[in-house]
Nanobody, 114 residues
Framework: QVQVVESGGGLVQAGGSLRLSCAAS????????FGWYRQAPGKQREWVAG???????NYADSVKGRFTISRDNTKKTVYLQMNSLKPEDTAVYYC????????WGQGTQVTVSS
């Protein structure tokens, strides 16, 4: 079982920045791919960004150019740097770790005020 814990959410004004962290408790962290997802009130969870074990990144069109996903295998942590935040980025942000199974964190709330 892998524990995934997100942190770094909060309240920020539009145009501001936040950095989310996702820590995963596994001795084989470097073998995992990771994804960030978000779920706004009344909406389905949507994929935001992903990073492979090789460090290849992908982004949803809605965040491309504003968000950056990265990983630090020595710290067993994945980051989501979010810049130029918009009110529509408001959501609970979830991280998942994927190898043979997929493990989800509990989420962290991001609120962007206009």
């Amino acid at each position: 079982q892998v524990q995934v814990v997100e942190s770094g959410g909060g309240l920020v004004q539009a145009g501001g920045s936040l950095r989310l962290s996702c820590a995963a408790s596994t001795t084989t962290f470097s073998a995992y791919g990771f994804g960030w997802y978000r779920q706004a009130p009344g909406k389905q969870r949507e994929w935001v960004a992903g990073i492979s074990k090789a460090g290849i990144t992908n982004y949803a069109d809605s965040v491309k150019g504003r968000f950056t996903i990265s990983r630090d295998n020595t710290k067993k942590t994945v980051y989501l740097q979010m810049n130029s935040l918009k009110p529509e980025d408001t959501a609970v942000y979830y991280c998942n770790a994927d190898l043979l199974n997929t493990y989800w964190g509990q989420g962290t709330q991001v609120t962007v005020s206009s």
